[in-house]
Antibody, heavy 123, light 106 residues
Framework: QVQLQESGPGLVKPSQTLSLTCAVS??????????WSWIRQHPGKGLEWIGY???????YYNPSLKSRLIISADTSKNLFSLKLSSVSAADTAVYYC???????????????WGQGTVVTVSS | IQMTQSPSSVSASVGDRVTITCRAS??????LAWYQQKPGKAPKLLIY???SLQSGVPSRFSGSGSGTDFTLTISTLQPEDFATYFC?????????FGQGTKVEIK
């Protein structure tokens, strides 16, 4: 079955860059069927969509994060990554990767999620 | 697009019928999904396209609505249904979620 697994440092210092990777198994990020997305959840709060990358390499970022954000993919390793620069305590959250249907044959929603990884921004 | 859920929490008993409402700040047609989240876990997709049941999700969950007003109904609440529920619009980017509705044990 399809699985997504986030990995990366759990602690990042303020002003530094947060880097996370999502490894995909059971599906190919090059298939063109899905957007490969990042979503975060602040402690005790709701969900915030961060952005996606598509198989073509095209990306779309949340305008609130766009100036600090890069999402990239490594198709040879079937994974995609997030880099968020100049972090502050406001970036402390659980970060999830997820896939979202991009064509009519797939549900237009986040149908598969990673387990999430906790990132704390603190000195 | 802003998504607003009500109520923010609801207390209910096993066997009850529970209804959660989601309102979009503009017309999103049927571009709406519902998720269930339990503590310490990732959200789980329940409904997409406003009323389509995701594979493997029990039929006691149903969704309805279009335009700006949507509803998630749990017909007969089961012990495993106590969780937080989120709606999300899939009409446009950036994707946005409701603030969540917590279903608690009465």
């Amino acid at each position: 079955q399809v699985q997504l697994q986030e990995s990366g440092p759990g602690l990042v210092k303020p002003s530094q860059t947060l880097s996370l990777t999502c490894a995909v198994s059971g599906d190919s990020i090059s298939s063109g069927v899905y957007y490969w997305s990042w979503i975060r959840q602040h402690p005790g709060k709701g969900l915030e969509w961060i952005g996606y990358i598509y198989y073509s390499g095209s990306t779309y970022y949340n305008p609130s994060l766009k100036s600090r954000l890069i999402i990239s993919a490594d198709t040879s390793k079937n994974l995609f990554s997030l880099k968020l620069s100049s972090v502050s305590a406001a970036d402390t959250a659980v970060y999830y990767c997820a896939r979202e249907g991009a064509v009519t044959t797939a549900p237009d929603a986040f149908d598969i999620w990673g387990q999430g990884t906790v990132v704390t921004v603190s000195s | 697009i802003q998504m607003t859920q009500s109520p923010s929490s609801v207390s209910a008993s096993v066997g009850d019928r529970v209804t959660i409402t989601c309102r979009a700040s503009q017309d999103i047609s049927s571009w709406l999904a519902w998720y269930q989240q339990k503590p310490g876990k990732a959200p789980k997709l329940l409904i997409y396209a406003a009323s389509s049941l995701q594979s493997g999700v029990p039929s006691r969950f149903s969704g309805s609505g279009s335009g700006t007003d949507f509803t998630l109904t749990i017909s007969t609440l089961q012990p495993e249904d106590f969780a937080t529920y989120f709606c999300q619009q899939t009409k446009s980017f950036p994707r946005t979620f409701g603030q969540g509705t917590k279903v608690e044990i009465k």
